[in-house]
Each structure stands twice: as C-alpha cells, then as structure tokens.
C-alpha cells in the first residue's frame, strides 16, 4: 500500500500527510491483572498513509493468475509471541513495543512517496509510469511493494490476538497475521519465499482458517500471485523482530540495490535500461551489469534502547539510547537476503546471523574470479568479486535499525534486574541520548518520542508478569535457552518480591539442552 498520489491538499514542497487513529495501549492494572485491557483512548497522529495504489503494467486483479505488479517480491518477517500465546504479560509488553517501535518505522517508510520511489525505479522501463502516475486522475491498483508477514503461535490468546489486529488495522493492505509457528527466511536452514516453503505454510494456514487478519479473499489472492511469481522475480526477504524498528529510508536502499545487483538482462524479463520504450528484450548497447546471484545486507550502524520510566529520567525521556557499530557482526534488526532470477535456495550460504558477514566476506573470500567447481555451485561465489561484496554493511542510511533492549526480549543482552544497562553509562551520554530522543529518534525511525515513554511507562506497570512470563517462555520451542538469561530474570523476580523471599521457577533439565 503506497502513495504515487494524494487527493489531499499539500503544503507547498511537503508531502501528503493523512490522519490515521492509532489504537492506545493495553492498560493493565497495578497487580498485573489480565482483565484490564486497554483502548481507554484513541491516539490521532498524522502519517504518511497510502490511500491509492497506482497499477505498473502487467495489470493485476484479485485473480490470483495475473503476474505480481513488481520486479520484486519483498517481504518483511515478524514474529510475535510464537510458541508462547498463553503468556499474555509478555505478550502484551512485547504488543506495546511493535505499536510503539516497530509499526511506524515500517509505516513510515519513504518508499511510499511517490518521488522516492520514482527515483528507487530510475532507468528501468517503469520510471515513465510512476512519475506520469501522480497526474493520473484515474484510480488503479498495484501490488504492496513489500509485505509484511507477521507468525504468531495459533493459540495466541484471543484478546491479545484482537488487540492486535486493532493495532495493525491501518497496514492491513501489506500486513498478513498467520498463525503458524514454522518460520522460514533467514537462517540456518534452506527454505523461503524463491523455494515456496514460506508462501506454501501461508496458503496452508489459510485453508485452515489460521490467517487471521485481514479478512476477504483479496488478500489471499494477492500472496498466491506472490507465491507464483517467485521464480521470475528478485526475491527480498527481511527479519525484523516486534520489538525492532529500521530507518525509514532501509526499503528504499535495498530495493534500489536489488535492483541494480540482482537483476540480469539475460535471465530476467525484468531488464534495467536507460530507454523507456516498451520493448522487453535486452538492448546489446546498454551497460552491462555485474549480476550477482544472492546477497546479503547487514545493518550497519544500530541505536539501541532501554527503556526507563519517565519519572526516573532525569531528561523525562524513555530511556537511554547507545549507538553501536559490532564489526563482522549482522545483528538481526533488518537482516534481509536477496536472490536473483534463478538462485535457488541451496545455492546460498546460510548461517546464523552472527556469522554471515564473517563466514562470507572473511573465511571464504575469493578475490579473483569464479572458482572452479566441479559439482555445482559454491555456496559462497553469489557472482561479485571479490566475493566481499556478498554481504555488505548498509552504509546508507549511515544507522540502519533502532533495537529494543528489554525484559520482553529473549537474549536479554546488556539487561540487568530492574531493566537497565550492565555498563555504567557516563552523564554525558545520557545528555547524548536526550538530544536523540529530541531531534533524530521520530525523524529515522518514524517513532515518537511521547509514544515510547508511555511504552515504557507501561512496561514498567506491566513488570512483574512480564518477567515471570518470559521466564516460563525462555525454553519453549524455537527460543532462547540462555543459562545468564535464565539467571537475570530469576533474580529480577527476587528483587522485585523480596518482601516475601522470592519466587523459584524451575525450568526443566529437558529443556536446558
């Protein structure tokens, strides 16, 4: 769902803004009582919501046989709450921060402007039709230029799963809840959207009645079309957890590199061109492109936050903000992956997120040309040489993604009992993070600064079922089972009831594994 025009008026230079209500947060009682919901209020804010699509050729109908409107298929994965839906304090802690954090920064996204993405499609057979589009009075539609997938555990409470899609209700024309706990993408293991695992469990899902928002049959229709469409397109796929936001430029940078690395005239229809007739077949004059295979990015530059009630904040913000650059590391806030026409996925090297950029552009560099394999294809050659290339850092936007650091969050890094850093932070770094919070924070990521003090606020209303629950949910399948998480969070919980001595939870030898 995107802008390429607006019917509202403008400032002179601005972009169109549209008024969107935005659903409060839970409320919930002092003693963590679930029966206290939230929506006592209705938060107004002005954002940058598309409410045309303008249709790019070939035309696209709810008929899921008609070709995806893009050379891309983008889709953003989130994960909420999966194999922990009975855990409703966590999952309403964890519900706060992706209103607060993670829905603007996606919603935000300077893709949505028609002038950003007429400069993303420059010198391909498209630019013609989306800047002429912004003059066309006629109203047409187009394929979501990303989808946002979100799984969530199938028994996920159902208040918790209401308020949710309460939440969502302004994406809902890119934006899917599947209730599924099998995640493909990024990983370890083989299996995505270019091999047709992760479109398949969709499909699946909703044959079982387990999509649950949005409703109608358009939806479905619109991933089938993605689903069969995965062969012949530039395939992006991005991890962004709930409680994580990415610059509000990132779309924009990855789709623009994706199209200049990971498209080769001689295999895709999809031809970059510095003429914009209508003719498909590549042109032996134009520039020839150094195709590669796959890619990965990296976010680069990170903020990271922990949240702090506002009234123990000596600048009434939400917290301490720290910036970190972890070299050879890709941390998983906007960790994105892209095949080309015809990579497949066991063509790809796959590790975990923490040994991509060193295992790629370190251990198995190649600073010549093509090795020569004699059974299939080196995992670790995508076609750029030297093959450091294959996962780069995104320079640009100079801080990639925004990282919530929280006793919601499953690795509990730099989180000590009563939610704060382990690292002393000296004064002039707080009198840093208040100028962020007052002057950058909303412009990057899209997040405001009033929103995420009353997360935090929330959080801290929230605190002690918070912590118990992500303590019964550390070892549940396909989650952390970390001995110094386990450690933190048991002794948070001692803190914060010391009046009684404490509270035990065991965790079983069985899942310590």
Same mark, same amino acid.
């Given at each position: 769902?995107?802008?390429?025009?607006?019917?509202?008026? $403008?400032?002179?230079?601005?972009?169109?803004?549209?008024?969107?209500?935005?659903?409060?947060?839970?409320?919930?009682? $002092?003693?963590?009582?679930?029966?206290?919901?939230?929506?006592?209020?209705?938060?107004?804010?002005?954002?940058?919501?598309?409410?045309?699509?303008?249709?790019?050729?070939?035309?696209?109908?709810?008929?899921?046989?008609?070709?995806?409107?893009?050379?891309?298929?983008?889709?953003?994965?989130?994960?909420?709450?999966?194999?922990?839906?009975?855990?409703?304090?966590?999952?309403?802690?964890?519900?706060?921060?992706?209103?607060?954090?993670?829905?603007?920064?996606?919603?935000?996204?300077?893709?949505?402007?028609?002038?950003?993405?007429?400069?993303?499609?420059?010198?391909?057979?498209?630019?013609?039709?989306? $800047?002429?589009?912004?003059?066309?009075?006629?109203?047409?539609?187009?394929?979501?230029?990303?989808?946002?997938?979100?799984?969530?555990?199938?028994?996920?409470?159902?208040?918790?799963?209401?308020?949710?899609?309460?939440?969502?209700?302004?994406?809902?024309?890119?934006?899917?809840?599947?209730?599924?706990?099998?995640?493909?993408?990024?990983?370890?293991?083989?299996?995505?959207?270019?091999?047709?695992?992760?479109?398949?469990?969709?499909?699946?899902?909703?044959?079982?009645?387990?999509?649950?928002?949005?409703?109608?049959?358009?939806?479905?229709?619109?991933? $089938?079309?993605?689903?069969?469409?995965?062969?012949?397109?530039?395939?992006?796929?991005?991890?962004?957890?709930?409680?994580?936001?990415?610059?509000?430029?990132?779309?924009?940078?990855?789709?623009?590199?994706?199209?200049?690395?990971?498209?080769?005239?001689?295999? @895709?229809?999809?031809?970059?061109?510095?003429?914009?007739?209508?003719?498909?077949?590549?042109?032996?004059?134009?520039?020839?492109?150094?195709?590669?295979?796959?890619?990965?990015?990296?976010?680069?530059?990170?903020?990271?936050?922990?949240?702090?009630? @506002?009234?123990?904040?000596?600048?009434?913000?939400?917290?301490?903000?720290?910036?970190?650059?972890?070299?050879?590391?890709?941390?998983?806030?906007?960790?994105?992956?892209?095949?080309?026409?015809?990579?497949?996925?066991?063509?790809?090297?796959?590790?975990?997120?923490?040994?991509?950029?060193?295992?790629?552009?370190?251990?198995?560099?190649?600073?010549?040309?093509?090795?020569?394999?004699?059974?299939?294809?080196?995992?670790?050659?995508?076609?750029?040489?030297?093959?450091?290339?294959?996962?780069?850092?995104?320079?640009?936007?100079?801080?990639?993604?925004?990282?919530?650091?929280?006793?919601?969050?499953?690795?509990?890094?730099?989180?000590?009992?009563?939610?704060?850093?382990?690292?002393?932070?000296?004064?002039?770094?707080?009198?840093?993070?208040?100028?962020?919070?007052?002057?950058?924070?909303?412009?990057?990521?899209?997040?405001?600064?009033?929103?995420?003090?009353?997360?935090?606020?929330?959080?801290?209303?929230?605190?002690?079922?918070?912590?118990?629950?992500?303590?019964?949910?550390?070892?549940?399948?396909?989650?952390?089972?970390?001995?110094?998480?386990? +450690?933190?969070?048991?002794?948070?919980?001692?803190?914060? +009831?010391?009046?009684?001595?404490?509270?035990?939870?065991?965790?079983?030898?069985?899942?310590?594994?």
């Amino acid at each position: 769902m995107f802008t390429l025009h607006y019917d509202e008026p $403008r400032e002179e230079g601005g972009p169109a803004r549209l008024p969107v209500t935005i659903m409060s947060s839970i409320r919930v009682s $002092r003693d963590g009582s679930s029966t206290h919901l939230r929506h006592g209020k209705h938060h107004h804010i002005q954002k940058l919501i598309p409410k045309h699509y303008f249709q790019l050729s070939p035309p696209t109908t709810n008929d899921h046989s008609q070709p995806w409107s893009w050379p891309i298929i983008h889709i953003v994965s989130t994960r909420f709450m999966q194999g922990q839906g009975t855990l409703v304090h966590l999952a309403r802690s964890r519900l706060k921060l992706l209103e607060v954090i993670c829905l603007p920064s996606l919603m935000a996204q300077t893709i949505f402007n028609h002038d950003t993405l007429a400069e993303v499609y420059e010198d391909t057979k498209w630019e013609r039709e989306i $800047r002429n589009g912004r003059e066309d009075k006629h109203k047409k539609i187009v394929d979501p230029i990303f989808l946002w997938i979100i799984k969530v555990d199938p028994n996920l409470d159902k208040t918790v799963l209401n308020e949710l899609k309460a939440v969502l209700e302004p994406v809902k024309r890119f934006t899917l809840v599947v209730g599924s706990n099998t995640n493909y993408g990024i990983g370890i293991k083989p299996g995505g959207w270019r091999d047709g695992q992760a479109g398949q469990n969709i499909l699946d899902a909703y044959e079982n009645g387990n999509v649950y928002f949005p409703g109608g049959d358009s939806t479905i229709q619109m991933i $089938r079309r993605a689903h069969e469409a995965r062969e012949d397109r530039v395939v992006l796929e991005t991890r962004l957890d709930a409680d994580d936001a990415i610059n509000v430029e990132y779309v924009a940078s990855l789709q623009r590199t994706a199209l200049t690395e990971l498209v080769d005239p001689h295999v @895709s229809e999809f031809v970059r061109k510095n003429d914009d007739d209508d003719n498909d077949q590549p042109n032996s004059e134009d520039k020839q492109i150094q195709p590669a295979r796959w890619l990965y990015w990296c976010p680069g530059t990170h903020v990271q936050w922990n949240p702090a009630s @506002s009234a123990n904040s000596p600048h009434d913000d939400p917290g301490m903000l720290q910036v970190f650059r972890m070299a050879q590391t890709c941390v998983t806030a906007g960790l994105s992956l892209g095949f080309a026409v015809g990579t497949q996925e066991e063509n790809v090297a796959r590790y975990e997120h923490s040994k991509i950029y060193w295992e790629i552009n370190v251990n198995h560099n190649n600073e010549g040309k093509q090795r020569n394999i004699t059974q299939g294809i080196d995992k670790h050659d995508c076609g750029l040489y030297p093959s450091s290339r294959c996962a780069v850092f995104v320079e640009d936007p100079k801080v990639s993604a925004f990282r919530s650091r929280t006793l919601t969050s499953a690795g509990m890094h730099n989180i000590e009992a009563q939610g704060v850093p382990t690292v002393e932070t000296p004064q002039q770094y707080k009198e840093f993070a208040a100028k962020l919070w007052q002057h950058t924070i909303e412009h990057q990521f899209g997040i405001k600064t009033e929103r995420a003090k009353e997360a935090a606020d929330f959080m801290l209303t929230n605190y002690l079922g918070t912590v118990r629950d992500n303590l019964r949910g550390q070892c549940t399948h396909g989650h952390s089972c970390k001995l110094s998480s386990l +450690e933190k969070l048991q002794r948070t919980i001692d803190i914060l +009831e010391q009046e009684t001595g404490g509270v035990e939870i065991l965790v079983s030898n069985d899942n310590n594994k």
